[in-house]
């Protein structure tokens, strides 16, 4: 059976993508720690980052290097803050978030209820902080 991420990878669950290439895509969480908290997740199903392989790895960092430089432009936090814990869904993915301050990076700060038109205007801050970056990965949603 396909993961959460699969299914929003192939479009049978929506998400807020920013990036879109060959090997991953990048898409807001539905619960962010704060303002732009995106998830970069490989297309190939692997549940734990340890198990992927080094190539892949290194697009994955490469791309979230990329993403928290738009999350950085976009957002004008003191730092970008980088996650890999995998509890929550069997499948590999790195959360990227504009943080202040480390408790920024407390999960159990998530905001569960966050409103569709923050999501939706943090998605296209990233979007246009990549275009304006030079990066040609933005996804169009």
Do not use: Y
Not at 1 to 21: C, H, K, Q, S, Y
Not at 93 to 113: E, G, M, S
């Amino acid at each position: 059976m396909a993961t959460l991420f699969t299914r929003i990878i192939n479009g049978e669950l929506p998400g807020r993508f920013v990036w879109r290439d060959e090997r991953c895509v990048a898409f807001l969480s539905i619960q962010p720690l704060r303002p732009g908290h995106t998830l970069v997740v490989p297309r190939e199903e692997v549940d734990h980052w340890i198990d992927l392989e080094s190539d892949l790895v290194r697009h994955l960092m490469t791309v979230t290097q990329s993403i928290g430089k738009a999350l950085q432009h976009g957002f004008h936090s003191k730092k970008v803050g980088v996650a890999i814990a995998g509890l929550e869904v069997p499948h590999c993915h790195i959360h990227v978030v504009p943080i202040d301050a480390i408790h920024d990076l407390d999960f159990t700060n998530q905001d569960t209820n966050p409103r569709p038109a923050d999501l939706d205007g943090a998605a296209e801050t990233i979007r246009e902080a990549l275009r304006h970056l030079g990066f040609t990965q933005v996804a169009d949603r």
